[in-house]
């Protein structure tokens, strides 16, 4: 779908990647920026996967790399040349700095009049925040998002997946082809400020509707303390997700597990209906996760199995979207990737680039340097020296 638009991508770690990710997955020509000499850092952050950290691993196939030192004039100026030539930019440093290296919006604007920019960053380019450091537990937080996701004791949950950056990472992609359809449209370009915490903040929208109330308590006691809104523990000390909320998919799970009686419940709370809780409890411990899975595929009750990662990856609904795959990763090793559309084909996918590994052909293809030009700019430290940097 975005085959002919060309990224040139100066993001790192995990929510400007995962962004690009999905535009090259459309088929866009992403140019990963990487500074000289280091890279990266996604490269070298814990945890890691054969030596490379598998936040890179996991958000960067389909890309170009290019490593190019933006301390120095010279670098700045290839780098400038990149991004003046390209459909998109997209960053995610701390606002000032690209403009501190002549790489803004602003600058690139004068060159490329129709250029889509996405600023990507935690707090936004502008608000009482936007220059305080952060990570995806602070954006969770500020959001409210934090606060409406508790244990059983009322405290906030600390999440394995960083919901942050990942949701602001999808949701600057969607914005940059909002921003190429009114390019094609109008020949306008667009400048994006996408803040990880707005994206989250706007998820908080029935919340926020409902805090109008004097008596808001969260969504908890809607959701969380119902006895068809639950999980339950399986008699293999795993656990399924019942979410049978309409009316229907009730009496269906009820039906299923020959308990009738628990159909005509006027009200499904846990509060109101505590020893019922205890015997759902002993109910779900009868039968193992996958029985209770089969159950689930056999009766329409909105009954699945909380899929652990270690029999994730052979689940029904992971093999049966073919959302997992593997691409070559050095010598004679892959690494596992998760696909998030049915679009590009697995065999056209490449995996992620060694750091500064198309240079040359970048500048060559790109700005039509010459071999003299790369070996000189080798010497003074603008870029690796060699063909492909390996880091």
């Not at 975005?2 to 929510?15: A, K, W």
């Not at 919006?105 to 925040?129: R, W």
């Not at 049966?320 to 090793?333: I, N, T």
Request: charged share 20%; glycine share 10%; aromatic share 8%.
């Amino acid at each position: 779908m975005l085959t002919g638009i060309t990224v040139v991508d100066f993001t790192r770690l995990l929510p400007g990647p995962y962004c690009t990710m999905r535009l090259a997955d459309l088929g866009a020509e992403v140019i990963k920026i990487e500074a000289f000499p280091e890279g990266d850092p996604g490269r070298t952050h814990h945890p890691q996967v054969n030596g490379t950290g598998a936040v890179y691993l996991s958000a960067n196939r389909n890309k170009k790399s290019v490593m190019l030192n933006l301390r120095a004039p010279l670098g700045r100026e290839l780098a400038f040349a990149l991004a003046s030539q390209a459909d998109v930019v997209v960053e995610s440093y701390r606002p000032g700095v690209m403009k501190h290296l002549g790489l803004d919006y602003e600058s690139l604007q004068q060159a490329k009049p129709d250029l889509v920019y996405c600023s990507l960053s935690g707090y936004g380019q502008s608000g009482p925040m936007h220059q305080l450091g952060g990570h995806d537990l602070n954006y969770q937080a500020v959001s409210g998002f934090l606060s409406a996701n508790r244990d059983a004791e009322g405290r906030p949950v600390v999440s394995e997946v960083p919901v942050a950056d990942y949701a602001a990472g999808g949701h600057a992609a969607e914005q940059i082809c909002a921003a190429l359809v009114q390019r094609f449209r109008t020949g306008k370009g667009a400048y994006l400020d996408i803040a990880a915490a707005d994206l989250l903040a706007s998820w908080m929208g029935v919340h926020a509707a409902m805090a109008q109330e004097e008596a808001y308590d969260g969504l908890g006691p809607l959701l969380k303390g119902l006895l068809n809104y639950q999980v339950y523990e399986t008699a293999d000390g795993r656990f399924v997700a019942l979410a049978a909320l309409e009316e229907k998919f009730w009496h269906n799970f009820c039906r299923a597990v020959g308990r009738d009686d628990w159909e005509t419940l006027a009200d499904t709370s846990i509060a109101a209906n505590p020893e019922i809780y205890e015997e759902m409890k002993a109910l779900f411990l009868t039968r193992t996760q996958s029985e209770w899975s089969e159950l689930g595929g056999e009766v329409d009750c909105c009954l699945t199995a909380v899929e652990e990662m270690d029999t994730w990856r052979e689940s029904p609904y992971i093999t049966g979207r073919g959302l997992v795959f593997s691409l070559p990763f050095g010598q004679g090793r892959e690494i596992l990737q998760v696909r998030a559309e049915q679009i590009r084909p697995v065999d056209r996918m490449t995996p992620p680039p060694v750091c500064g590994a198309d240079t040359y052909e970048v500048l060559r293809t790109k700005l039509q340097c010459t071999d003299k030009q790369l070996e000189q700019y080798a010497q003074s430290g603008i870029i690796a020296k060699g063909e492909a940097a390996t880091l």
